[in-house]
Structure formats: structure tokens, C-alpha cells
Nanobody, 126 residues
């Protein structure tokens, strides 16, 4: 399975917006969980959002609810993370991850994401 490839990171001022994209060739539109995780320097990696490709059902970390939106385009094998009202604490490297053969939905704690992209940097200045 090809590795996911992220794009769209960059630098923005607090309150601004960025859109991250992840191309994941070959994911099964009926049973894949696609997620975004992030890791800031000196901090543990944390789940941000995940979407089930079958229905579009999504789960968000509390820290980004109401500000970030995850979506998928099964025809193009693309998952997008729209990030609005960015805060300095959103600064991190953002990783796209995939878990195939997930038939009952997705979450950020237990779903076994085993295919990871190399990450894209997001920097938010105050």
C-alpha cells in the first residue's frame, strides 16, 4: 500500500486558516479510516480528527472541535483537513494516517493506523 502524502502546511497568523490535503492511493472507500495526527516539539503525538471513508462519519479532538473539519473525496482518494481560527497551540507537524479494513467506524484512540505520511509543518504565530 502506498504511503499517504500530505500537503498544504505553512505559516499563518493566529485567527487564520489553512487547508491540509492527504492523498492516499488505493484506500478502500468502504472500510478505511483516515486520520490527522499532530506532534509539537517536546510533546506527545495527538489525534486531531478522523473520518470513515464509508459514510463520512468523523471524530474530533476536543481541542479542535468547531474549528477544524475533516472530509474525504473517495473518487480522488483525498482527505482534507480544513483548519479555521488557528491558534499558536495548533503549531505542530501534522501527519496523515490510514487504517484499512475498519468495518465499524473510526476513533483516535484505538483504531490501528499503520500507514503514515511524512508530515507537513503548520506554524501559527500570535
Amino acid at each position: 500500500q502506498a504511503r499517504p502524502v500530505e500537503s498544504g502546511g505553512g505559516s499563518v497568523q493566529a485567527g487564520g486558516s489553512l487547508t491540509l490535503s492527504c492523498v492516499a492511493p488505493g484506500y478502500d472507500a468502504g472500510s478505511t479510516c483516515m486520520a490527522w495526527y499532530r506532534q509539537a516539539p517536546g510533546k506527545k503525538r495527538e489525534g486531531v480528527a478522523t473520518v470513515w471513508t464509508k459514510t463520512g462519519a468523523s471524530v474530533y479532538a476536543d481541542s479542535v472541535k468547531g474549528r477544524f473539519t475533516i472530509s474525504r473525496d473517495n473518487a480522488k482518494n483525498i482527505v482534507t483537513l480544513q483548519m479555521n481560527t488557528l491558534k499558536p497551540e495548533d503549531t505542530a507537524t501534522y501527519y496523515c494516517a490510514a487504517a484499512r479494513y475498519q468495518f465499524y467506524g473510526c476513533n483516535l484512540e484505538v483504531t490501528p493506523y499503520n500507514n503514515w505520511g511524512q508530515g507537513t509543518q503548520v506554524s501559527v504565530s500570535s
